[in-house]
């Protein structure tokens, strides 16, 4: 606050401190106006007087007896109801674009038919990854997901996979699979139906 100082009693001392209170808080970037704040003085007022307080007779100064934890409790419960709301309003929606690394990776690559042999309950996959996998110490696991037809190589560290390939027949589990020169080499369990 500025080095303006506020004397109760004076000339519309209040109306000056709610003013100044408001710009405080836009500054802040949550959007209370003095109406707003006027509000909040009288949820208040309205929680002093529920809690069994007479605001006049505070300012007499007379001895008022209250549970102070529950006045005080339910006061916080107020004012930051009233907060939160301002600062809802005064938040800028903000709208994330997925890269296109993130973009590619969402969907699955058919994998050509000369790469893929089923035979007893297996499928077998050779699966050229060098250009997703530059770096072959980069610690690699595969997974599956959508019910089995989909297989994701993830890489250590990232929460998207590198590659997703879209399976000819759903699988129940990945057997074994073996990483060599770029090459994926992957057994497959078929989902029995």
Same mark, same amino acid.
């Given at each position: 606050?500025?080095?303006?100082?506020?004397?109760? @009693?004076?000339?519309?001392?209040?109306?000056?401190?709610?003013?100044?209170?408001?710009?405080?808080?836009?500054?802040? @970037?949550?959007?209370?106006?003095?109406?707003?704040?006027?509000?909040?003085?009288?949820?208040?007022?309205?929680?002093?007087?529920?809690?069994?307080?007479?605001?006049?007779?505070?300012?007499?100064?007379?001895?008022?007896?209250?549970?102070?934890?529950?006045?005080?409790?339910?006061?916080?419960?107020?004012?930051?109801?009233?907060?939160?709301?301002?600062?809802?309003?005064?938040?800028?929606?903000?709208?994330?674009?997925?890269?296109?690394?993130?973009?590619?990776?969402?969907?699955?690559?058919?994998?050509?038919?000369?790469?893929?042999?089923?035979?007893?309950?297996?499928?077998?996959?050779?699966?050229?990854?060098?250009?997703?996998?530059?770096?072959?110490?980069?610690?690699?696991? =595969?997974?599956?997901?959508?019910?089995?037809?989909? =297989?994701? =190589?993830?890489?250590?560290?990232?929460?998207?996979?590198?590659?997703?390939?879209?399976?000819?027949?759903?699988?129940?589990?990945?057997?074994?699979?073996?990483?060599?020169?770029?090459?994926?080499?992957?057994?497959?369990?078929?989902?029995?139906?």
């Amino acid at each position: 606050m500025s080095g303006e100082r506020f004397t109760a @009693g004076g000339e519309d001392w209040e109306e000056q401190l709610l003013e100044q209170l408001s710009t405080m808080f836009q500054d802040m @970037g949550m959007d209370l106006d003095v109406a707003a704040l006027k509000g909040m003085m009288e949820q208040i007022r309205t929680q002093l007087e529920e809690s069994g307080i007479d605001p006049e007779q505070l300012e007499k100064g007379a001895n008022i007896e209250l549970n102070l934890q529950e006045s005080l409790n339910d006061l916080a419960k107020t004012l930051q109801g009233e907060l939160s709301k301002a600062a809802s309003k005064s938040t800028p929606s903000v709208e994330v674009e997925a890269s296109e690394e993130e973009q590619e990776t969402d969907e699955a690559h058919d994998i050509p038919e000369a790469d893929v042999y089923i035979d007893d309950g297996r499928m077998n996959l050779t699966i050229d990854i060098s250009r997703q996998l530059a770096d072959e110490s980069v610690a690699v696991e =595969l997974n599956l997901t959508r019910e089995g037809t989909c =297989l994701n =190589l993830m890489a250590e560290g990232r929460p998207h996979p590198l590659r997703r390939f879209q399976l000819a027949q759903a699988c129940s589990d990945v057997v074994e699979w073996e990483l060599n020169n770029g090459i994926l080499d992957v057994t497959l369990d078929l989902l029995e139906e």
